[in-house]
């Protein structure tokens, strides 16, 4: 640094107070991400009592992970642009009209499926990009752009379905959704691959947190107490391990978990360790003071609008080759879910706040509400209303933590 | 008040107010780039706003992703950011401006607002200006603040920087500056030097220009 200012005491630190008090205090700070976590385990032990074991069975475990994969995806992305202060509304009908796209060009056209996949991501982007110049460029809300595009994208799907459904696909492009991580070892009951993955991305967070964890102490940095940090790795990895071993006694890790374990984890190092990241959360901050500080602010913008069209097209590719078919109502109401997931997740309406964790929490909190009530037979018209009120509270819960 | 201070010193900055700016930019008597921001701060400008919670400050981060804010390069490595480096220049930013805080962690919502100001200040002393722009930097602080605030200035001073600091509190420019503009409807209305420059004086220059202005 070459501005020396003049032999300035050090003031002594005043964290180094009562180690209770920091306890209190780290446990004040961070009480939203222990929380959420808290009400995951809450809400999925409440439903495997109600449903008798039913939530936790290999089985339903993994179609757990089936049906909410894309609600999850579509969350990362969603998370980026509502952290930049907007919102959009379009990714449910972008999904479907993206599940037409593929549906046409492989089905109709014989086209094959890798190359139709990559044209599908392309105009995923493309979607995202044009709904983001809008917005960035032109200032106008998101709200009312993504607004726009659903309706277009929601004609458009059906104008390219002809008002009909369109499959089947070939199998390949069926195994994006269906197919299931090979097992090289041949056990009969249990899925070998699946398990050592699943053992060993536990042991990988864990070196990654001692890791991080050293590193923070060496250079004095504040870190979480040791008891916390212990107990929540500790539950991190036990959880990781019996869930792996869970799916690995039924058909193993399904590709779809693969793809959006490897994305949670991108995301998670994008948005807290990147210089991209921090511009994001700048920008939803506080946009003038970002401008000001020399962050194309704009430019932010658009891209979080691009890699959302990108991520809700591959939502869509999931979701087509999951059904098999693409049907012009693929898609509806997806959005809602989505950002549903974002804001149970902790991040704020007005933008600069959220994290990818927390999305994804959120995301698997709605995912297991909906399959939980779905087995105790409750109907459609009751899981909604739960839903809302879920989310309210959810946000409410903030609200009231935040005045404090 | 409306003597377009802020506007003149903003459209130096990367032309960052109002539309049709013209005019070029000279430092070290070769004409600069700062058609942009980014272009602004590379070129050794730095630009402490009078409005620090609307335009300054991140309020809702913590002190330490507010310091390195405008020279994220400089904490980052291929575009990842080395979190060491980074607490240990907002630590040093810390002790060095004395930013009362329970820590580099905490929200600089809840900072009073001297220290406020300071995290604004630590953010562009860390982008490494030249030319360091204050606007108004003692408003809204109190005693104590402002009289660190002015050590602070005169510190970066003795090292070489230059100065540019917009005030309209006569005692305060009178104590810190070399040369005096003074503005009037967006135009200068007189250069006084230290030696020369008294409250009347300054005073003067700006009701006989105004007068001038209403005259043509």
Not at chain 1, 348 to 370: E, L, Q, Y
Not at chain 1, 373 to 399: C, E, H, P, R, T
Request: glycine share 10%; with cysteine.
């Amino acid at each position: 640094m070459n501005t020396k200012i003049a032999s300035a005491p050090i003031t002594p630190a005043p964290e180094a107070a009562a180690p209770a008090r920091s306890y209190a205090g780290f446990l004040k700070n961070n009480m939203r991400d222990y929380g959420m976590l808290l009400s995951l385990i809450v809400i999925m032990g409440f439903f495997e009592y109600m449903t008798d074991g039913t939530l936790m069975q290999p089985l339903n475990l993994t179609n757990l992970v089936l049906q909410n994969s894309y609600i999850v995806i579509m969350a990362l992305g969603m998370l980026m642009v509502i952290v930049a202060g907007h919102i959009d509304l379009s990714v449910g009908s972008v999904v479907g009209f993206v599940g037409a796209l593929a549906a046409v060009l492989i089905v109709n056209y014989d086209m094959n499926f890798v190359a139709a996949s990559v044209i599908c991501l392309v105009a995923g982007a493309i979607i995202g990009g044009a709904q983001g110049y809008f917005i960035a460029f032109f200032r106008i809300p998101s709200f009312i752009v993504t607004l726009a595009g659903m309706l277009v994208f929601k004609g458009l799907t059906l104008a390219l379905l002809a008002g009909q459904s369109v499959g089947p696909f070939p199998p390949g492009f069926q195994m994006l959704s269906s197919g299931f991580l090979p097992d090289p070892f041949g056990g009969d009951n249990l899925r070998g691959l699946s398990l050592l993955l699943g053992v060993a991305a536990a042991a990988a967070l864990v070196f990654t947190s001692l890791r991080s964890r050293a590193k923070q102490l060496r250079h004095g940095m504040e870190n979480e107490p040791r008891a916390f940090f212990l107990l929540k790795n500790g539950v991190f990895a036990a959880v990781m391990v019996y869930f792996s071993y869970l799916l690995a006694s039924y058909r193993g890790f399904p590709n779809v978990l693969a793809v959006m374990s490897v994305l949670i984890v991108a995301y998670t190092f994008v948005t807290n360790r990147t210089v991209l990241g921090r511009r994001v959360y700048a920008v939803g901050g506080n946009e003038k003071a970002a401008r000001l500080s020399g962050i194309k602010t704009e430019r932010v913008s658009f891209y979080t609008f691009v890699n959302m069209g990108m991520l809700a097209a591959l939502a869509g590719l999931i979701f087509a080759a999951r059904l098999n078919t693409a049907t012009p109502k693929a898609g509806t109401g997806f959005e809602l879910d989505v950002i549903a997931a974002c804001f149970i997740g902790g991040a704020s309406a007005s933008g600069g706040v959220g994290k990818v964790m927390g999305a994804v929490i959120g995301a698997f909190i709605m995912g297991v509400m909906n399959n939980g009530m779905s087995i105790m037979g409750i109907g459609i018209d009751y899981q909604q209303v739960i839903k809302g009120l879920v989310l309210l509270a959810a946000v409410f819960v903030d609200v009231i933590n935040k005045n404090k | 008040m409306g003597s377009g201070r802020t506007e003149l010193a903003m459209s130096i900055f990367g032309r960052s107010y109002g539309q049709r700016i013209s005019g070029t930019v000279l430092k070290n008597g070769v004409e600069i780039d700062v058609s942009s921001i980014g272009k602004a701060i590379a070129h050794g400008l730095a630009y402490v706003t009078e409005d620090r919670k609307g335009l300054g400050l991140i309020l809702e981060e913590d002190i330490k992703k507010n310091t390195s804010l405008a020279n994220l390069g400089a904490v980052s490595k291929h575009l990842v950011i080395d979190e060491a480096r980074e607490f240990g220049v907002a630590e040093d930013f810390r002790r060095k401006l004395k930013i009362r805080c329970s820590s580099i962690l905490q929200k600089v919502v809840n900072l009073s607002g001297g220290n406020q100001q300071k995290v604004v200040l630590a953010k562009w002393l860390f982008s490494r200006p030249d030319i360091l722009i204050l606007d108004e930097p003692s408003r809204g602080i109190d005693v104590g603040a402002k009289y660190e605030i002015y050590s602070i200035i005169n510190e970066l001073a003795a090292e070489g920087k230059c100065i540019v600091m917009i005030s309209s509190e006569m005692p305060e420019l009178l104590g810190m500056c070399d040369r005096i503009y003074v503005m009037n409807e967006g135009r200068f209305a007189a250069e006084l030097s230290a030696a020369e420059a008294t409250q009347e004086k300054i005073m003067r220059a700006i009701v006989t220009h105004g007068d001038n202005q209403n005259e043509h």
